[in-house]
């Protein structure tokens, strides 16, 4: 009877097995895919149940319960072995996907470091791990230990630098001075964070080079974070001119070139001061804002580039003392700028008065010609046209803006065609925003002259007016219906 009573014991265990293991499979998995597709940090745990728990203990309920092996035999203590580490890391799983996938910015959870998380879960395996190997080994504890810590003490001094990284890692990640992203110097490297690690962060230069600092060294040394408080930052920018420049011109000129520096935010707004008297300079300092270092470089750049060109228009000397192969005097120099503009340039441009020929005004000198850099703003929607612009080099865009803050251009000026045709009727208001499409020169007539020029000349006058009601039919084809007195630029 004890022989019928143990083979129905086994029939029992393997009939459960044979139906129980694929039913609880396919259920796991159905709740799996649902989970995945609902996006739940659950399903990676629960799929480790499913693929490692469950078929591991599968095999151990066979060994034990169906073929009868003895508990302590060595093939039941591995697979019971295989089975706790598979529980422990399920259950670790699942706790960081309650505890911390998806934790919302600000809460306790977000701010807590991934390596101490990852540290900590290291630790809380080794525990369990040894509680195990003691419960299905029969392992001495207390030797054990003694044996790892007589091994941590050697690990210890072998790993002494490493080490002193990890722990520099973690006080760095808990006081959070930087993360990914900020712009950041420690002595001459400069560059962004793009990866912190139990070891060393890794900063990326402007120039894409990959700089790795060990924790240890930013643990140690004081360190710049451009990006704390805030990712607001504030330029200094040292510039010189001539000592016969008039200093309130010269601040009011980089005052204007800072409102027109793309990158260059106006609050908190800029600052422009004179520093020194040189012998042959004075220097100036410009202090302006951009939203973030990260900026820095494009902002300089965009700045210096305006700086050149609103220089020769406003007549602003830039001491330049580099030595060039080519050396001329102050007096060649001024000569060089009173030469004549071509007449082949001006060819385009007699019915104006320019050039030479009946009606024209004689040489017109490059002095009088305006540069201005690509991507330049001219003269904006709103502003008080200083009189009719002749483009002799390059295009211009003339744009408008919706009610919706869209930019849509309405025309492009060309070289020997003009803008700002309304300096010819009395408001002088410009109804459009013109920008430099590439390097630009422009002669501009001043509204008297303008106005004079068109009483005297009848063409020129339906030339005007032809331009002036084209591009009040642009804009009207923009923004509806625009009254005759009010259209154009």
């Known amino acids: 009877m004890r022989g019928v009573s143990l083979v129905d014991h086994e029939l029992f265990w393997a009939l459960g097995l044979v139906i129980g293991f694929p039913a609880a499979t396919v259920a796991l998995g159905e709740i799996t895919l649902r989970l995945r597709r609902a996006g739940s940090p659950l399903a990676s745990p629960l799929a480790l149940v499913r693929n490692l728990v469950l078929p591991t203990l599968a095999l151990l309920v066979f060994l034990l319960q169906v073929l ?47 390596l101490f998380i990852d540290l900590v879960r290291a630790i809380i395996v080794l525990i369990l791990a040894a509680v195990m190997l003691s419960t299905v080994w029969n392992l001495n504890l207390g030797r054990l230990l003694a044996a790892l810590g007589i091994g941590s003490i050697v690990l210890g001094l072998a790993l002494q630098d490493p080490l002193g990284n990890l722990f520099s890692g973690l006080v760095l990640l808990f006081e959070r001075p930087l993360k ?34 060990p924790n240890s060294a930013l643990a140690k040394s004081s360190f710049i974070n451009f990006s704390r408080p805030s990712a607001l930052h504030r330029e200094t920018i040292a510039l010189q001119f001539a000592r016969t420049d008039p200093p309130s011109k010269v601040m009011r000129v980089l005052a204007e070139v800072a409102q027109r520096t ?64 080519i050396n001329l005097s102050q007096e060649e120099f001024e000569a060089a700028e009173r ?14 008065g320019l050039g030479h020929g009946e009606g024209g005004k004689g040489p017109v000198s490059r002095q009088a010609v305006q540069q201005f850099a690509k991507g330049e703003r001219i003269v904006a929607e ?49 109804d459009t925003t013109a920008t ?17 020029l068109v009483a005297r000349t009848p063409p020129l006058s339906r030339e005007i007016g032809s331009v002036m009601e084209a591009r009040r039919q642009a804009l009207r084809g923009v923004r509806g219906a625009v009254a005759p007195e009010t259209a154009g630029q």
């Open 436 to 452: 430099a499409l590439e390097e630009l020169e422009l002669l501009v007539i001043d509204a008297e002259t303008l106005q004079a």
């Open 180 to 213: 990914v992203g900020d712009w950041i110097q420690l002595g001459e490297n400069n560059g962004q964070v793009v990866e912190t690690n139990w070891r060393a962060v890794h900063l990326l230069t402007r120039s894409k080079d990959l700089i790795i600092i």
């Open 339 to 352: 030469a004549p503009v071509p007449p082949s340039t001006l060819a385009a441009f007699r019915r104006f």
């Open 68 to 114: 009868g092996q003895d508990r302590t035999a060595s093939l039941v203590r591995l697979v019971e072995t295989l089975f706790w580490l598979f529980v422990i890391n399920a259950v670790l799983s699942a706790l960081n996907a309650l505890l911390f996938a998806g934790a919302k910015e600000g809460t306790w959870q977000s701010r807590m470091p991934k």
């Open 382 to 430: 709103g502003d008080a046209l200083p009189g009719i612009y002749l483009v002799l080099k390059g295009r211009v865009g003339l744009t408008v803006q919706e009610a919706g803050g869209e930019t849509v251009t309405i025309a492009q000026v060309g070289e020997g065609e003009f803008f700002g045709e309304r300096t010819a009727i009395a408001s002088g208001v410009s």
């Open 262 to 325: 793309p990158g260059i935010i106006a609050h908190p707004g800029q600052a422009i001061s004179l520093l020194t008297y040189n012998d042959s300079s004075v220097t100036y300092i410009a202090k302006v804002y951009m939203s973030s270092y990260e900026h820095r470089d494009t902002v300089r750049e965009g700045f210096t580039g305006l700086l050149w060109y609103a220089a020769r228009r406003h007549g602003l000397t830039m001491p330049n003392p580099i030595q060039t192969s």
